[in-house]
């Protein structure tokens, strides 16, 4: 996996539990030193497999807004 990856691959174990993240650094001009940017993209489970970041859902709207949608599909009595 490690070769397959462009820039550094940082392995953390949180709670028992390994976490893989993809490490990267930029200039931060404001306090002109380098910042460490890391991005989660997946974990190992117990029995070795890497398994992919999941994507999340889109978020649905507000209640206000989604109930307003429901009720302009309801039938006029």
Not at 25 to 35: C, Q, T
Not at 58 to 70: A, T, V
């Amino acid at each position: 996996m490690k070769k397959k990856e462009p820039s550094h691959i940082e392995l953390k174990i949180i709670k028992n539990n390994y976490y893989v993240y993809r490490a990267t650094s930029e200039w931060d001009k404001e306090r002109k030193k380098v910042r460490k940017i890391t991005e989660y993209i997946g974990s190992i489970d117990h029995g070795g497999i890497f398994r992919k970041k999941r994507e999340r859902s889109r978020i649905r709207e507000s209640g206000r807004e989604f109930l307003s949608m429901e009720m302009a599909h309801l039938p006029i009595i």
